[in-house]
């Protein structure tokens, strides 16, 4: 069956999705991810969706569920590279994905989950508030 | 109506726009006109011409005949060209009633001693000259109608510019009051702008907007989040006191947006936020 590699880069986690995401693919995505978190210990997730054209209201509930389900296992979820066209029908559709970090690109992505283990290490009261 | 009243009509040529001239030159709302007079002879006697020259026994009863054609295309162009010179539409559709006058009058002189055959002649006669100052109104919205749409999609296409201030930093401000199209149109600027330029700060300033309903909250409350969405902040600036008034007595909730006064405040923000400082500089050390 067909998956979508997940990389361990570090501390980190890194998902690129490179083709259309259906939805038992995305499932097994979920799945997978969160095994990977509790194997690694990985204290952050990024997702690459800048291939990703086309989004629907269930894959805006993965992502918001991936991004909810590493936060309770000390990981955050950064979801990178979002196209224009995706972000309009993410709000559109009313998931504004509050609980998910992004950022334009991978580069800034790493480099805010860099900061935050930084700040989560010298202060680990200043948890996620988002 | 019958041939040889068409005929007979047209026989009278000559008469009818003598009549219709007299009749023009009498009314006192197109004596104001702009043309000079040769030209108005010019264009009523073309006018009879065509009349005259298409119309026969059946497309009197039938106005979108193609037979027709000449006649409506020459009245759309008079309309329009009329319109551009500044005649209201009532002295154009004056213009054209006119000459069902004279045509009738014509007429009643002709067969004064039918009053059947005149009858039934006159109301058609005044059918189809309807008809013809309806298509010279439908021509004149149709006219406007262009018009408006296409200056509502150029000040669409003015009112939203994406400025990049500086590296990373990108500003957009808003003129004129922010329906749902108009979102849109701004949303997409602003999401293509970020992602075209990389930047990771969006400030959009709502000076020029002259009112925030609940609605156009709803609609800077998307955009920030679409733009949140993409990863970058988005700033809302500009915020007039009788903005933040409404919007506090309208209970609507912006705490989870980054809101500044101006334009300045919020572009020192971003420069915090970029880590940025502006510095005044030792005037020796510039020319040192």
Redesign the interface.
Same mark, same amino acid.
């Given at each position: 069956m067909e998956r979508i590699p997940i990389l361990k880069m570090g501390k980190f986690l890194l998902v690129t999705i490179q083709v259309d995401l259906y939805d038992r693919l995305a499932l097994n995505l979920e799945e997978d991810l969160i095994q990977m978190v509790f194997k690694t210990g990985a204290k952050g997730v990024l997702i690459d969706i800048s291939a990703l054209s086309i989004v629907d209201s269930f894959m805006g509930k993965i992502i918001g569920n991936i991004a909810g389900m590493s936060s309770i296992m000390d990981a955050e979820t950064v979801?990178? #590279?979002?196209?224009?066209a995706?972000?309009?029908t993410?709000?559109?559709l009313g998931l504004?994905?509050s609980g998910v970090h992004?950022?334009?690109?991978v580069e800034? #992505?790493m480099a805010l989950l860099e900061s935050r283990m930084i700040t989560g290490q010298e202060d680990d009261t200043t948890a996620d508030d988002d | 109506m019958e041939r040889d009243i068409i005929d007979l009509l047209r026989s009278k040529k000559d008469q009818v726009l003598t009549l219709w001239l007299q009749a023009q030159d009498s009314d006192t709302e197109a004596s104001s006109n702009f043309n000079t007079h040769d030209e108005l002879q010019a264009q009523s006697s073309e006018f009879v011409d065509l009349l005259f020259g298409s119309i026969t026994e059946h497309n009197i009863q039938d106005f979108t005949s193609w037979e027709l054609e000449a006649l409506t295309d020459y009245v759309s162009s008079l309309t329009i060209s009329r319109a551009r010179q500044g005649f209201s539409p009532r002295e154009t559709a004056t213009y054209i009633f006119t000459l069902k006058d004279a045509l009738l009058k014509v007429l009643s002189e002709q067969i004064e001693s039918d009053p059947v055959k005149l009858y039934h002649a006159s109301i058609q006669i005044s059918k189809f000259i309807d008809n013809i100052g309806i298509l010279s109104f439908e021509t004149f919205i149709t006219g406007r109608e262009d018009i408006i749409s296409q200056q509502s999609d150029e000040m669409a296409e003015l009112s939203t510019p994406v400025i990049r201030v500086w590296n990373g930093i990108l500003a957009m401000p808003i003129i004129g009051t922010l329906d749902s199209a108009r979102t849109q149109v701004v949303m997409e600027n602003l999401l293509q702008g970020i992602v075209d330029t990389g930047s990771s700060i969006a400030i959009l300033d709502i000076s020029g907007v002259p009112a925030v309903d609940s609605l156009v909250a709803q609609h800077l409350i998307k955009t920030v989040n679409a733009t949140r969405l993409m990863g970058a902040e988005c700033i809302i600036s500009g915020i007039r006191p009788e903005i933040a008034q409404t919007v506090v007595h309208l209970g609507i909730d912006l705490s989870q947006m980054i809101t500044k006064a101006t334009l300045e405040s919020a572009l020192k923000y971003a420069f915090n936020t970029l880590q940025l400082e502006v510095r005044r500089v030792q005037k020796e050390k510039v020319n040192g």
């Open positions: 979801v990178v #590279g979002m196209q224009p995706v972000a309009i993410l709000i559109e504004p994905l992004t950022a334009l690109n800034k #992505g | -």
